[in-house]
């Protein structure tokens, strides 16, 4: 405990807004619970299982999965059981959800969104092994980094990769490797580390060797010199520019304005099996996106973020980025009041886009990771159950939801665009790519 609040202390956080978020969590769950043994669902309408294991990775997005559980919303929709658990990868994730929770696994997660399709498909898994999720929620958009190591920061790299490409032909010339880490092949921080080289003509098949490394683990890989570059979300990006090994070359939402980030995924035997407990578990974490959101609460989510059973790091290498302020490092200015910053609900970010799941699949058929002969809508309609979604926001009294599944047209910081109506326009404009 001391440890803890001496953490606080020195990033800025008073006692007394330690005490009391601490007494505010205390509270919110002894309401929570003496609504009845069921939460809001009583007199036998409640969900069909109390219980449900959830796996995470400790990073700033799955903060929706900590407030729901530490503000007792999982408990106030009658899922009074669920274990939220910390994966030591997405590779571990992937593996517990194919075990799920009777096998010693788990029934969903928060999730790179590329994912549950990557697993449905069994294109990711050992031995090809299917296993069908749904996608239920978003949990967030934007909010990821890309990030350069120091000895590049005379470059103050940003969105033009011409230099780091200049920069990379000149180390291997010197006969040393170059690498970029990302976090699961085909997930979303590989997507958007390939989109960012192969926008300045860096192939990143050809040119620079790309390497998986658990999130948590990339500020301690990059000390060493493992990687020239990684994309990873906070507080890994802050803290290695803290620490000032590295600095930030882009938050993610430059490349791509309100992009769709982690998710919300079950296996989708357990929503079959418990429909009620499934909604109950979205209900619970669609209003901890809705905490997360409100700018009053960031220094308690900071809070409860920093604790070592989530994601254990300091406050400071949390907090400012989750306010909106971006210091990137290197010498780059600071950016207040950041427009790309990560938003839980703001911008329709709990809303599951079918749309935004077409462009992942796009972008994994470009990579070489899913088949150019599939049938991506047909998946999509099978895996993203975003009329679950709609259902819960109705009960949530959720005003404003979007009227379609698609949010239209998107354009990228380089110009391209892809028209959700005919994705395999937009891989046939793309230059740099392992698709045929």
Not at 71 to 83: A, C, L, S
Not at 234 to 252: F, H, R, S
Not at 405 to 422: A, C, H, Q, Y
Request: aromatic residues 8%; neutral net charge.
């Amino acid at each position: 405990m001391t440890k803890d609040v001496s953490t606080f202390l020195t990033s800025g956080l008073s006692r007394r807004t330690v005490l009391r978020a601490g007494a505010g969590v205390a509270a919110t769950l002894a309401a929570a619970r003496a609504l009845s043994p069921s939460g809001v669902f009583a007199q036998g309408a409640g969900p069909e299982t109390t219980k449900a294991k959830l796996g995470f990775i400790a990073l700033t997005d799955a903060g929706p999965l900590f407030v729901a559980k530490e503000k007792g919303f999982f408990d106030k929709y009658g899922m009074t059981d669920v274990e939220v658990a910390k994966q030591s990868s997405w590779g571990t994730t992937r593996d517990n959800i194919v075990l799920g929770s009777g096998g010693g696994g788990i029934d969903g997660a928060h999730i790179l969104t590329p994912m549950p399709y990557l697993i449905t498909t069994g294109a990711m898994t050992q031995n090809n092994r299917p296993t069908e999720m749904y996608i239920l929620s978003r949990l967030n958009v934007a909010g990821q980094c890309i990030s350069v190591g120091q000895e590049y920061a005379d470059l103050q790299l940003g969105l033009d990769t011409r230099p780091f490409k200049t920069a990379l032909e000149k180390k291997k010339a010197s006969g040393k490797e170059v690498k970029a880490a990302m976090t699961f092949p085909g997930g979303t921080h590989d997507l958007w580390i390939r989109y960012w080289l192969a926008a300045g003509g860096v192939d990143p098949n050809r040119d620079i060797q790309t390497i998986v490394v658990p999130p948590a683990q990339m500020v301690a890989n990059m000390k060493v010199g493992t990687m020239d570059c990684f994309c990873v979300c906070e507080p890994w990006n802050e803290q290695l520019k803290n620490q000032k090994i590295g600095y930030t070359a882009l938050t993610t939402g430059e490349l791509w304005n309100k992009h769709p980030e982690k998710a919300l995924a079950l296996r989708a035997d357990y929503v079959d099996k418990n429909p009620k407990a499934a909604k109950a578990l979205l209900l619970a974490v669609m209003e901890a996106q809705q905490w997360c959101e409100k700018m009053e609460n960031k220094e308690e989510l900071a809070a409860i973020c920093a604790k070592r059973n989530w994601i254990g790091a300091p406050v400071a290498d949390t907090v400012a980025r989750m306010k909106g302020t971006f210091d990137y490092g290197a010498g780059k200015p600071v950016v207040e009041n950041s427009p790309f910053m990560m938003h839980y609900w703001a911008d329709n970010a709990s809303y599951p886009y079918k749309s935004h799941d077409l462009w992942f699949i796009a972008e994994d058929m470009r990579w070489g990771y899913l088949p150019s002969t599939l049938d991506a809508k047909a998946l999509v309609d099978k895996v993203n159950r975003e009329d679950l979604w709609r259902d819960a926001a109705k009960d949530l009294g959720v005003t404003g939801a979007p009227e379609t599944t698609s949010r239209g047209k998107e354009t990228f910081f380089d110009g391209k665009v892809f028209d959700p109506e005919n994705p395999m326009a937009y891989l046939d404009s793309l230059e740099i790519k392992k698709a045929a």
